[in-house]
């Protein structure tokens, strides 16, 4: 019996590792040949392939799929920068002690706290408990989010809603920079919002950005692009809620930080914005 089981197990793995490979064949088989090719991959028919091929995932899409293919500039952008002191009086007043953690200085007064994490990320929180407002709707929300922005003296022209979720009585909003009508990543203003009022924003924030006329590229057709979601399981089980060209800075990549920790800025480049059901983000560059 336990022979039988091993062998039947033996056959899945067998069937599960050529499915596999015959994905990455025609995957490897799509992206070489669309590079070799003047006529693009953005035809019905090829889009129609392509979907089926995100449905083996159970990726579904949910939206257009576009089929321009721009040419579009580069971006040397630089980030904001902080002054510790400046942000806590900003966001506490003068009233605070402070507290060294992992090399950051957090200031406090009372329920509140703030650091400028790095020199280049705002972390604020409040733990204060309660119930200030009742029956908090996304509109209300996010009418707090941008009171917030305001009043903390931050410029209420430079940035766009790009996500809001709903999760027992807590609304998670995210901003994002936005220059020429696009998005530009990463950049954020990230808000945890209860009836309590604010409990955690996040400020990391682009102060520049100047485009490289001279160096214009043309970024791959979005059908082709969606192609490398089947090598990503975070999309796994997931619907495509928004595609759209953004500008994007992999930190990892291009300046070797995995996060914001001394990043001054980089070259951003062309990339597909993908936004997943979930909320989650994926940004498809070319390689």
């Not at 506490?92 to 990320?121: D, F, L, P, Q, R």
């Not at 791959?220 to 999309?235: F, H, N, V, Y």
């Not at 990549?253 to 001054?264: E, F, L, M, P, Y």
């Not at 980089?266 to 059901?277: D, E, M, Q, S, V």
């Amino acid at each position: 019996m336990d022979g039988e089981i091993n062998m039947d197990w033996s056959k899945a793995k067998n069937i599960l590792i050529i499915a596999f490979i015959i994905t990455n064949i025609f995957l490897a088989y799509v992206l070489i040949n669309s590079k070799n090719t003047n006529a693009p991959l953005v035809g019905d028919d090829f889009i129609e392939d392509v979907k089926a091929f995100l449905l083996e995932k159970n990726i579904n899409v949910g939206v257009d799929i576009p089929k321009d293919i721009p040419s579009m500039p580069l971006f040397r952008i630089k980030y904001e920068a902080y002054d510790p002191q400046d942000i806590a009086n900003r966001f506490i007043g003068k009233n605070y002690v402070t507290e060294t953690i992992n090399g950051n200085i957090y200031y406090i007064n009372g329920n509140e706290s703030v650091t400028a994490k790095y020199g280049n990320e705002i972390i604020y929180e409040n733990t204060s408990a309660g119930s200030i407002y009742n029956n908090l709707t996304p509109k209300k929300a996010e009418n707090l989010a941008e009171k917030f922005i305001k009043n903390k003296d931050f410029p209420d022209d430079d940035y766009k809603l790009s996500f809001i979720s709903h999760d027992d009585g807590v609304y998670y909003i995210e901003y994002t920079k936005i220059i020429d009508s696009h998005y530009f990543e990463k950049s954020y203003m990230r808000f945890t919002i209860s009836s309590a009022g604010i409990n955690r924003f996040e400020r990391y924030w682009i102060e520049s950005a100047e485009s490289e006329d001279s160096t214009a590229v043309t970024i791959m057709s979005a059908p082709r692009a969606l192609l490398k979601l089947l090598a990503m399981e975070e999309a796994y089980d997931k619907t495509i809620e928004e595609i759209s060209i953004c500008y994007y800075l992999d930190l990892e990549k291009h300046v070797g930080a995995s996060d914001s920790s001394n990043t001054i800025g980089g070259k951003a480049t062309p990339a597909w914005r993908i936004i997943l059901n979930d909320g989650t983000k994926i940004f498809l560059e070319d390689n």
